[in-house]
């Protein structure tokens, strides 16, 4: 800043102009005083944010359909060593007994011995073809005709097999082993000589004596005379029992192994337990942001905050409230299963009620893991085995409540099924013959399936009955590549092959025929078929009105159109049978639903979070949540405050701009008239000296 201290006067115009200005730079600094406050609690708010956020995180795990932490199970098997195994949700509780009689392996075969690994090896092609896979052709020329270089040329050429040499009491062998187990997966190979006259040995593979037989794994189920006794290629055997995956590590020789499935309730105590921490955290935090302390008359950054007052009041109304549509005997309140607010609203988990109810015991009642999740989650009670309730969401009321005499009951929705979901079932035109041979000639098949075409689809050579025919074409198409995620049932009916999609819905689809063996399956190439939604509405009773709400069918799932006042989103399955249902009728279910404490948490905090907009006829309108608006708020005050700090700036520099120019007109003024003063001295000096002469 310029300076023009007494250059003239000797007056310190600095320091007047300063104290001149003091005033302005006063209301600057508490401006920036007050900006610092807000941009303090802003950043303590964006704290609670994130707590927030940290206990929606928590409630997934209580929420989600079909994975939350009560349906989670555990499973043992009596002897690891014999047979380790995992479990999903849709595994069912209970006790499976099983033996291992034999083990799956992968096909090894061997060639006759070579004095070293890089002796020579007769030219030709040799085609290695692994199971239903390609055949894959290695040229073996003078590039690589030794036992290594044709170790490495096979497994450059294929992924289906792996190609090594063997020590063989100081001789030298080529293994060729398979990359899967199972008998599907043998190794079949052929050798073609360039050159009758070729001294060095072709590499000649003893099929007939391998290293290795291919065999499938062979499990027994139970030990009674009914027992069941199943084969499959791999050592993992996901089909067995649905929901369980085992990996097979050795056979158990007559050992009966048992395998346990059941709750995972260690899973749903934790998840429990996490939660009440994470609602703990935004309570703690948000009691520590609104301290006062009359002593030192000291305030928390956000203390008196009417947002952060209102949150924590509606989270705690939430967790206090009764959980209504819940099955009759069941816990309606987090208290029952000992879930209660302890000292400084934090909650706590008392007594062994949770764990109690995880068992099944509930006071003098019994009831089901699903009642206690009910508690927590979003719930459906059917009267129909064949209508389940599958989802929600915050758009969807749940089921009304009508007062019956004294007491309350839930008003269930009405499910209308006026037709059930149907699978693409493709009929063959012709009868099969009671015996059909399959060769080189007749063994390819295009199709559809679900809309995705296959590629390279064959049938394995041999004769097979109508039933084995029916199989063999199955267990090409659910295991062609390009079919990955389709599958399809094959039976016989009336001498017909049929083909039925597994799923349901207009996606279910079979057709687009066409390849070699359509004729000796029944085929013409114009057959095809494709499946059908099911259909419905949901219908309920509200204040004396019998009100019709629109469902979308997708498959076997019935879903309320988001349009819907009161079901929007409601999900169902629906599992009847075109036959079930009455021509020109339907077959009605009467489904109760309920919202959890936890997905109304979710909810709630979901509208804290809201952040949107609207269109109206005078322009775009923000939508904001309790956060979200006091974020904005924030922000906005900071924004103004630096606005108003910006003003006084400008205000302030124009004033002492005009102050420093004032002063230095006077510094100019008085520097002009000690001019004049001076020569005024000077002439007067002058006068007396001509006056003494």
Not at 167 to 184: A, E, I, K, P
Not at 646 to 674: K, P, Y
Request: charged share 20%; net charge negative.
């Amino acid at each position: 800043m310029p300076s023009i201290d007494g250059l003239a006067t000797g007056i310190d115009t600095t320091s007047i102009i300063n104290s001149l200005l003091s005033v302005q730079q006063r209301q600057i600094d508490t401006l920036n005083e007050q900006k610092q406050q807000i941009v303090a609690q802003k950043t303590a708010f964006g704290g609670l944010e994130g707590r927030l956020v940290a206990l929606q995180a928590t409630l997934r795990d209580l929420t989600r359909p079909d994975t939350n932490a009560f349906q989670r199970k555990m499973i043992t098997s009596s002897d690891e060593t014999a047979v380790t195994a995992t479990v999903s949700s849709d595994a069912a509780s209970g006790l499976y007994s099983l033996q291992v009689n034999s083990l799956a392996r992968n096909h090894q075969i061997a060639t006759q011995t070579y004095e070293a690994t890089d002796s020579q090896v007769a030219r030709g092609d040799l085609s290695i073809k692994v199971g239903d896979n390609d055949a894959v052709t290695v040229s073996i020329s003078t590039a690589n005709n030794t036992l290594e270089g044709l170790v490495n040329a096979i497994n450059v050429a294929t992924k289906d097999a792996t190609a090594s040499i063997v020590n063989d009491n100081g001789s030298y062998r080529l293994l060729l082993s398979s990359n899967q187990t199972g008998v599907d997966n043998a190794i079949d190979v052929n050798f073609t000589l360039a050159d009758a006259g070729e001294a060095a040995l072709a590499a000649t593979f003893d099929t007939g004596n391998p290293v290795q037989a291919a065999e499938d794994a062979e499990i027994q189920v139970g030990t009674g005379t009914g027992a069941i006794i199943t084969h499959t290629a791999s050592n993992q055997v996901d089909d067995l029992f649905t929901g369980v995956t085992m990996d097979l590590h050795k056979a158990t020789d007559g050992e009966v192994i048992q395998i346990s499935v059941s709750h995972d309730r260690a899973a749903a105590r934790e998840a429990i337990d996490n939660f009440v921490e994470a609602y703990n955290g935004v309570v703690e935090f948000a009691a520590e942001q609104n301290k006062f302390d009359p002593n030192s008359q000291t305030a928390s950054t956000l203390f008196g905050n009417r947002t952060l007052l209102n949150v924590t009041s509606k989270l705690a109304s939430t967790v206090m409230q009764a959980v209504n549509g819940v099955a009759d005997g069941a816990p309606r309140l987090l208290a029952q299963l000992g879930i209660r607010f302890g000292a400084n609203n934090r909650l706590e988990v008392r007594g062994s009620a949770f764990d109690d109810a995880m068992n099944g015991k509930f006071g003098d009642k019994t009831i089901s893991t699903a009642d206690v999740a009910a508690l927590f989650g979003y719930s459906g009670r059917s009267d129909n085995e064949y209508v389940r309730f599958i989802g929600a969401s915050e758009k969807t009321q749940m089921s009304p409540q009508r007062r019956i005499d004294d007491a309350v009951v839930d008003v269930p929705y009405r499910v209308e099924v006026t037709h059930a979901a149907e699978q693409a079932k493709l009929v063959a035109t012709n009868a099969l013959a009671s015996s059909t041979v399959i060769d080189q000639n007749n063994n390819t098949l295009e199709i559809s399936v679900d809309d995705k075409n296959s590629v390279g689809l064959k049938l394995r050579a041999g004769t097979y009955t109508q039933e084995e025919l029916a199989d063999e074409l199955e267990f090409q198409i659910n295991n062609n590549k390009d079919l990955a995620g389709r599958q399809v049932r094959v039976a016989v009916a009336d001498q017909k092959l049929t083909i039925t999609s597994v799923t349901y819905g207009i996606s279910s689809e079979v057709g687009e025929l066409g390849g070699t063996a359509l004729t000796d399956l029944g085929l013409t190439g114009t057959e095809s078929d494709r499946g059908e939604n099911v259909a419905g509405r949901f219908v309920f009773e509200i204040d004396g009105r019998t009100i019709e709400e629109d469902a979308n069918g997708q498959g076997r799932v019935l879903a309320g159109s988001g349009k819907n006042q009161y079901t929007a989103e409601l999900k169902v399955q629906i599992t009847l049978t075109p036959d079930q249902i009455p021509p020109g009728g339907s077959v009605d279910a009467n489904l109760t639903v309920s919202r959890g404490v936890a997905e109304s948490l979710n909810d709630l905090i979901d509208s804290f979070m809201l952040e949107s907009s609207e269109d109206t006829k005078y322009g775009t309108r923000d939508i904001l949540g309790l956060v979200k608006s006091a974020n904005k708020e924030f922000t906005q005050r900071i924004e103004s405050v630096d606005a108003s700090i910006e003003r006084l700036n400008a205000r302030f520099e124009a004033q002492r701009t005009s102050l420093l120019a004032q002063f230095t007109g006077l510094e100019s003024q008085v520097s002009d008239l000690q001019g004049i003063g001076s020569l005024l001295s000077a002439q007067l000096v002058n006068l007396s000296s001509f006056r003494t002469n």
